[in-house]
């Protein structure tokens, strides 16, 4: 069974920053796919990024530029570094692990998820 914990959520200012972390457990070795997810107050839980065992990124076209994706096999984590944060960036923040090779927006190739991070951007 995995285990995903999500950390780092808080409230922000527009234009700053705020890094997210997603403690895995549970685990035996490091080859898979992880991604984070967001879902704002009455809107479908949408992809924000994804990143695979050799580090191949993906971005959703809303946090390129913006945000990075990184993850720390050693320790079994993985993180979101958040600039330039926007007040629509606001909602709750998951991660999850694939069972694809390269994360994506798919959410039915994703089988575990943590229980996210509030993330509000104010104006």
């Known amino acids: 069974q995995v285990q995903l914990v999500e950390s780092g959520g808080g409230l922000v200012q527009a234009g700053g920053s705020l890094r997210l972390s997603c403690a895995a457990s549970g685990r035996t070795s490091s080859n898979y796919a992880i991604g984070w997810f967001r879902q704002a107050p009455g809107k479908e839980r949408e992809f924000v990024a994804g990143i695979n065992w050799i580090r191949i990124t993906t971005y959703a076209d809303a946090v390129k530029g913006r945000f990075t994706i990184s993850r720390d096999n050693a320790k079994n984590t993985l993180y979101l570094q958040m600039n330039s944060l926007k007040p629509e960036d606001t909602a709750v923040y998951y991660c999850?692990?694939?069972?694809?090779?390269?994360?994506?927006?798919?959410?039915?190739?994703?089988?575990?998820w943590g229980q996210g991070t509030q993330v509000t951007v104010s104006s």
């Open positions: 999850a692990t694939s069972r694809g090779l390269v994360p994506g927006p798919d959410k039915r190739v994703y089988d575990y």
